[in-house]
């Protein structure tokens, strides 16, 4: 797994485990029973990334990264986690939080505090500036996608990026070793790919994001952005990715009616023979459940329930 992890960082082209940057507080607020704080820092490219910290009362019980969906909803990222607005099924970070769990939520690129305004560069800032129409929010995002491709760069190399970025951020600051990632749908495919390639991730959960290339392509089943990854199929598949978490803990969880997760009992199946030879088939958890794609809120519990075990080992 060591020698697939190196391929596929190699391919990727990402950085991993860069040092934490200086974090500035823009404010706190105190909730009952946790404080959020909105913070910014910069990443190496220069680019200002905004994310939300929830912190307990008391001592942190454990630390995760929870990284936010897609839902063709640009603005909306780290609010969502937050609570703050969209889904209540989504609102990881206060449950958490109030489980004695610190979380961080930062936006991914093009999404709420880093939606760009077209033709300035300018960021937009959240409820308030937005583009004139979802038309002009998908085209946003197609850019940040096609115009790292034809300058030979990735979307996903970038979010990976930040992704592992904001666990640096995390790991300073909590001073804890033991992190998790979370994430539904494009949060879900993120922190498959962060769990896997960046070995800090003691624990993951994924959900509404493991489905075979194999499976979508031979479906017609859309591909997110991010997953515009030249030459990525011919090469490897989303149970590689799995493998990789080896023999470090993950959730996956997955709907019986969700074309995002259609074959997810393959995909498992396949890396389970991983888990299974390195002495640790239980680290490999698979939630298959009837339902669609958002989260339901017996999904939602029991994501919180195996993350707040997860932590409590921290």
Known sequence: MDDLRESLRSFLNVSLSVPAPKVHSIYEVKEDGYTRSLIRYVAPDGEEIKAFLLEPDGDSQGAILALHQHNSQWEMGKGEIAGLAGDPQQAFGPTLAL??????APDAIGFESRMKKAGTGASLAPNLDRPNSSAES???YYNQMAHRLVQGDLLMKKILDDSSLALSV???????ERLGTIGHSFGGITALFLAALDTRVAYACTSGAVCSFQHKLANGTGLEMSL??????????VDDL???VAPREILVVSATDD?????????VKNAFKEFAS???PGHLEHLRVSGGHPLDPARFDAIIEWVATQAARS
């Open 138 to 140: 998908w085209l946003q």
């Open 228 to 237: 515009i990854i030249p030459g990525f199929a011919e090469k490897y598949d």
């Open 278 to 280: 390195l002495g640790c």
């Open 242 to 244: 799995v493998c990789c």
């Open 259 to 267: 074309p995002q997760s259609a074959d997810a009992d393959n995909v």
């Open 99 to 104: 489980r004695g769990i610190t979380v961080l």
């Open 170 to 176: 995390l790991q300073e600051h909590t001073k804890i």
